[in-house]
């Protein structure tokens, strides 16, 4: 059983960079032809859809995040890291790590606050 | 980018009867559409992906249908479990995205 958990800080001040770990568990990010994502969900609002990578270092991002994302893949550890820079509050929300669309981490909550 | 479009936004139905929730595409996203339910303080958990076929462990009172543009994900007897968040994804290309939701609520 795939088991995927995101690792990270909880609270961010603005301008800076929020940084998240995503850490696979059950399988090997390195197998098959899978593709890992980041999806974001603010507080009471719906699921965004910031990027993927696969475990080759191929990655694709949302247009509208593209200039401050950046996604990468440490197959040596079995992780995937997100890293967004120049937050503002509107980047507080609950971060998810996934394979695809079947297996998903529960989530860590980054609040942008000074 | 392709706009996932949900309705309702709120749907009130009683235990035990069908939920009919529907997603539309602004341009054919062809089956490559996945059906999601959020519970409150939960990850999403996929139900329905290539459109019509049920993730694992999905009961068979979830199906979908659709294709293109218009899809539908119906609930056929709904369970108390089943009042939550649904959410339709795109994944026709690159750039995936979601729809609005709409809250399964209970009448």
């Known amino acids: 059983q795939v088991q995927l958990q995101e690792s990270g800080p909880g609270l961010v001040k603005p301008s800076q960079t929020l940084s998240l770990t995503c850490t696979v568990s059950g399988g090997s990010i390195s197998s098959g032809d899978y593709y890992w994502s980041w999806i974001r969900q603010p507080p009471g609002k719906g699921l965004e859809w910031i990027g993927y990578?696969?475990?080759?270092?191929?990655?694709y991002y949302n247009p509208s995040l593209k200039s401050r994302v950046t996604i990468s893949v440490d197959t040596s550890k079995n992780q995937f890291s997100l890293k967004l820079s120049s937050v503002t509050a509107a980047d507080t929300a609950v971060y998810y790590c996934a394979r695809e669309s079947d297996y998903w981490g529960q989530g860590t909550l980054v609040t942008v606050s000074s | 980018e392709i706009v996932m479009t949900q309705s309702p936004a709120t749907l009130s139905v009683s235990p035990g009867e069908r939920a009919t929730l529907s997603c539309r595409a602004s341009q054919s996203v062809s089956s490559n559409l996945a059906w999601y339910q959020q519970k409150p303080g939960q990850a999403p958990r996929l139900l329905i992906y290539?459109?019509?076929t049920r993730a694992t462990g999905i009961p068979a009172r979830f199906s979908g249908s659709g294709s293109g543009t218009e899809f539908t994900l119906t609930i056929s007897s709904l369970q108390s479990e089943d009042f939550a968040v649904y959410y339709c994804q795109q994944y026709n290309n690159w750039l995936h995205t979601f729809g609005q939701g709409t809250k399964l609520e209970i009448k």
């Open positions: 290539g459109a019509s």
């Open positions: 990578i696969y475990y080759s270092g191929s990655t």
